[in-house]
């Protein structure tokens, strides 16, 4: 079975690195640390291209006190010398968050297991994207036209406006036609006719929030937890416990998780997260979706962890005796 594991992580997450039961990632290298694989960390900006083939410098993680640590020594090694790499940096996706995906063209993709596969991400937009899926999705519009926007508030009467490459909801407005500050909104979000942003028609179950439906490679959870708006907001923007329910899938919302969960794992989109709202599919969540173990936790009574890290190690022992068979063959 593989060992050796490279987490890019968002530097805020190095930055504070003992363990944080809120932190999707925190929770990942803690439970592969348990169960003896060696850890490294490292974030984007330590990426790099050396005599054609992807380097990284890095850092050693370890387990001490029942808490997560990293050595400060920065350790340099070509990407494949890793089994699996967990590209996960958090939004925005800008030039910089690009260009560390670049780096990945220079790795050899059948020695390393990449998850999500970085060019997959970089070619994935989390709003845009979901209208490969129209059948699943509410009515909208990607533009930077004003007049655009301005006719699509006007015939849906509400709509929700979403830059394209920012998370935890930052810079989603909502946006009534009768609002006096519609104009600047739009303006403002989309510099003057400059950027464009995507305009979704107005779901009135929003009101209750968001359901995260979680998926790993095909396998879509059971498990999933309601997003509540929060106090004067009307969307969920606070991670806290009060903001939290748990919640359950209907049949139809298994459908559509499980046909785009089968689209996602072909392009090399493995570790997922949908949010829906009236069983209609908002957002594809594939940059650093986080996976809410401590509260699915905590209304489910269970160890959400070793599910998750069952999936994973299946995930990984897959991929290592396909390649190996493969290599065989040659």
């Not at 929060?230 to 416990?241: E, R, T």
């Not at 979706?289 to 999936?311: L, S, V, W």
């Amino acid at each position: 079975m593989p060992q050796k594991i490279l987490f890019i992580i968002d530097e805020i997450e190095l930055k504070y690195f003992e363990f944080n039961d809120l932190v999707t990632d925190f929770w990942l290298i803690n439970e592969f640390l348990k169960k003896d694989y060696k850890v490294n960390v490292a974030v984007k900006n330590d990426l790099f291209i050396e005599n054609s083939k992807g380097f990284v410098f890095s850092y050693n993680s370890y387990i001490k006190d029942n808490n997560i640590f990293y050595d400060k020594t920065r350790i340099k090694n070509q990407i494949n010398d890793f089994d699996v790499v967990f590209f996960r940096p958090d939004p925005p996706v800008d030039i910089n968050y690009i260009n560390a995906c670049y780096v990945f063209n220079f790795v050899d993709k059948e020695k390393t297991l990449l998850i999500n596969n970085p060019n997959a991400v970089k070619d994935f937009n989390e709003k845009l994207h979901i209208n490969l899926f129209p059948e699943y999705t509410p009515e909208n519009i990607v533009t930077s036209s004003t007049e655009l926007i301005l006719d699509f508030t006007e015939r849906k009467q509400e709509a929700i406006l979403k830059p394209l490459n920012r998370c935890f909801g930052n810079g989603v407005y909502y946006l009534n036609k009768n609002d006096k500050n519609l104009l600047s909104i739009i303006n403002s979000m989309t510099q003057d006719g400059k950027t464009n942003v995507m305009v979704q028609e107005y779901l009135s179950g929003a009101k209750y929030g968001d359901k995260r439906v979680l998926i790993i490679g095909e396998t879509v959870f059971n498990e999933c937890i309601q997003k509540l708006p929060g106090d004067h907001n009307f969307k969920f923007s606070i991670h806290q416990d009060k903001y939290f329910k748990d919640a359950r899938l209907s049949e139809r919302e298994k459908i559509i998780a499980q046909n785009i969960a089968s689209e996602l794992t072909s392009k090399g989109l493995y570790l997922t997260g949908l949010d829906m709202i009236d069983e209609k599919v908002i957002e594809i969540n594939i940059t650093s979706p986080c996976y809410f173990i401590r509260e699915i936790n905590h209304h489910y009574g269970i160890h959400f962890e070793d599910k998750i890290m069952a999936c994973l190690e299946q995930m990984i022992k897959k991929h290592f005796l396909k390649e190996r068979a493969y290599a065989f063959k040659k």
